[in-house]
């Protein structure tokens, strides 16, 4: 063995020792570590012959780059939907790389963790309230996600104009129909050769993000003779609307439709009784998104792909990785390779199990109420300052307002509050005008943290 290797092995533990105090290092002080930085330097070297093995590594990324890590995990990264790391999910993170699974199998291939991927998405489903009507698995993010989904979509109505697209390739007779799709929809379906141009708009009524269900079922009547595909949005970004999902379920009865739902972090409302509403009939969905690394606070990159068990067969036939007919029945002899499109996948599913089994139903319950508490909170603010306006009720657990008098200057107000790196937030636009997001969905996000950023909004405004 290269010496190199043979010291690095022998050195394990020193290793990972340090690793570790980096790690609190960076942990411990996060409320303090700065949520931007302006110097983004990267210092160019060559590849040299001669590595300097994982300690001097880790000496040089810690000297010249650990600094200019953002605290985006910490408690005032507000900007997207960015989700913070639980000390669980971090255990089980580090683990993956540790173990480094190739997670494929449920059967026969000599290892437990397709097993346990399947066993935390039994765990997911039941706090997310869900039957156990769904084949699961993980993915790199919602995006992924999303265009799992559709892929599947895209094979259900491909067999409904008596074409298999897997193996024929892509027919123009589908038709995708969604009231504020997330981008990552619409980059998913350009993916998928559907194109990202070939979305019907349901109409969506003043003020609102969601689809008018009157105009939905119009459109529906207008495409009857093709298949549909709808997206339904179950949390948007902005508003964190919902579509109604029960009303849509209902006229899927009367006009056959794959209903897929984007319910990324939204989904995360059915952990708590008092929002559980949103959601309601989503246990219909043929296919459904949830991210991990947002509202469950597990570390990019992690997300969930659900796919009705009864669409098992169509599920293979999108994500078959052999050219041979597929033998016996999928769900009995399960394998992630046939079913999503990666073939070696890491054991991603193991961060959100020791999250899952770390923090329990109310631990999850507790982050939601949080989050919503923490946005009413920074919303009442808005509300009643003399800088400020909301732009949209808050509706959940993000706030989206603009500045109540020169607006022109909104991008300058945000910029010199961003770079002061005590909070951060990004832009966005709402029914075409300007506007500014606070996203809330870090567990580590508290009432001080609330007055820290007002202070921070107030002081920037003064100078303005
Ligand atoms: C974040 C988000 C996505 C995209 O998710 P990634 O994890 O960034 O790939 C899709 N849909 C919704 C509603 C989201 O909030």
């Known amino acids: 063995m290269l010496e190199l290797f043979e010291n690095e092995l022998n050195n394990l533990k020193p290793i990972l020792d340090q690793v ?87 059967q026969g291939a000599g290892d437990v963790s397709a097993i346990l991927e399947k066993e935390t998405i039994r765990l997911l489903c039941q706090l997310l309230r869900l039957p156990e009507d769904f084949n699961g698995g993980f993915v790199t993010g919602a995006t992924m996600s999303n265009f799992t989904g559709l892929a599947v979509a895209r094979q259900w109505a491909g067999e409904r104009s008596g074409r298999d697209v897997s193996r024929e390739g892509v027919s123009g007779d589908l038709v995708v129909m969604a009231g504020t799709p997330h981008s990552s929809v619409v980059k998913s379906l350009g993916m998928l050769g559907i194109g990202s141009n070939n979305v019907v708009r349901i109409q969506v009524p003043a003020g609102r993000e969601a689809m008018d269900v009157a105009d939905f079922e119009r459109k529906l009547i207008e495409h009857q003779h093709r298949p549909v595909i709808v997206n339904c949005s179950a949390g948007t970004v902005n508003t964190v ?14 006009y056959p439709f794959w209903l897929h739902i984007d319910a990324a972090f939204g989904g995360f409302a059915a952990c708590q009784p008092a929002q559980q509403h949103l959601l309601a009939g989503w246990e219909q969905a043929d296919s459904i998104t949830i991210d991990c690394h947002k509202w469950m606070n597990v570390p990019y990159d992690s997300a969930v792909s659900l796919l009705r068990k009864e669409h098992s067969r169509l599920q293979v036939s999108t994500f078959q990785n052999s050219n041979a ?67 949209a009720p808050v509706r959940l657990n993000v706030v989206c307002f603009r500045l109540k008098s020169g607006r022109e200057r909104m991008p300058v107000f945000l910029d010199r509050l961003n770079r002061r790196g005590k909070v951060f937030m990004t832009p966005t636009l709402l029914s075409g005008e300007a506007a500014i997001r606070a996203a809330f969905v870090n567990y580590r996000t508290t ?17 303005l």
């Open 20 to 106: 570790t105090s980096a790690s609190l290092d960076f942990l411990e002080n996060i409320a303090e570590k700065a949520t931007y930085i302006s110097d983004q330097t990267v210092t160019a070297a060559d590849l040299s012959d001669v590595g300097i093995g994982a300690p001097g590594s880790l000496e040089v990324f810690r000297k010249y780059y650990e600094k200019l890590m953002v605290a985006s995990p910490g408690p005032r990264y507000w900007g997207f939907v960015t989700g913070g790391a639980t000390p669980a999910a971090i255990a089980g993170d580090w683990l993956t790389a540790v173990y480094d699974q190739n997670t494929q199998s449920t």
């Open 241 to 254: 609307d919902f579509d109604d999902i029960k009303a849509i379920v209902a006229l899927k009865q009367k």
């Open 325 to 391: 007919p597929y033998l016996g029945d999928p769900s009995e002899n399960f394998s992630y390779l046939n079913f999503l499109p990666e073939n070696s996948r890491r054991f991603r599913a193991l961060p959100a199990w020791f999250s899952l089994t770390a923090y329990g139903r109310n631990g999850f319950e507790w982050i939601v109420q949080n989050s919503i508490a923490c946005a009413q909170a920074f919303g009442t603010y808005i509300q009643s300052s003399e800088h400020f306006e909301l732009q």
């Open 447 to 463: 009432e001080v943290d609330i007055l820290i950023a007002i202070r921070e909004m107030e002081e920037v405004m003064r100078i």
